[in-house]
Nanobody
Framework: QVQLQESGPGLVKPSQTLSLTCTVS??????????WSWIRQPPGKGLEWIGY???????DYSPSLKSRTSMSRDTSKNQFTLQLTSVTPEVTAVYYC????????????????????????WGQGTQVTVSS
């Protein structure tokens, strides 16, 4: 059984960098052909895909967040991380890490809605609040 667990600070100040880690158990983040995504849900809004890191280490990010987003991984710990720079209060959301068994189709079409069923495993989510 694959399990994902998000961790990181619950409170971040504006202009700082948000760093979150997803620890995966029950499966390797380097196994073919899985994609490991970060997804967030702001209060009262829908799910928003942030980016993924693939089994190969390749990354892709949402065009709207690309300039402030980076993802990396530590294969020895079976973890992958998200960094979001220069945060604003609009970054406040519940952040999830999730796995898909192929490139999420919504990432291939501009403005396509995220389909949660494309992701077979999710973390429980972690609340991040940006406030001074």
């Amino acid at each position: 059984q694959v399990q994902l667990q998000e961790s990181g600070p619950g409170l971040v100040k504006p202009s700082q960098t948000l760093s979150l880690t997803c620890t995966v158990s029950g499966g390797s983040i380097t196994s073919n052909y899985y994609y490991w995504s970060w997804i967030r849900q702001p209060p009262g809004k829908g799910l928003e895909w942030i980016g993924y890191i693939a089994y190969s280490g390749a990354t892709d990010y949402s065009p709207s967040l690309k300039s402030r987003t980076s993802m990396s991984r530590d294969t020895s710990k079976n973890q992958f991380t998200l960094q979001l720079t220069s945060v604003t209060p609009e970054v406040t959301a519940v952040y999830y890490c999730a796995r898909s068994q192929r490139v999420p189709l919504h990432t291939l079409v501009v403005d396509a809605p995220l389909n949660p069923s494309e992701y077979d495993y999710w973390g429980q989510g972690t609340q991040v609040t940006v406030s001074s």
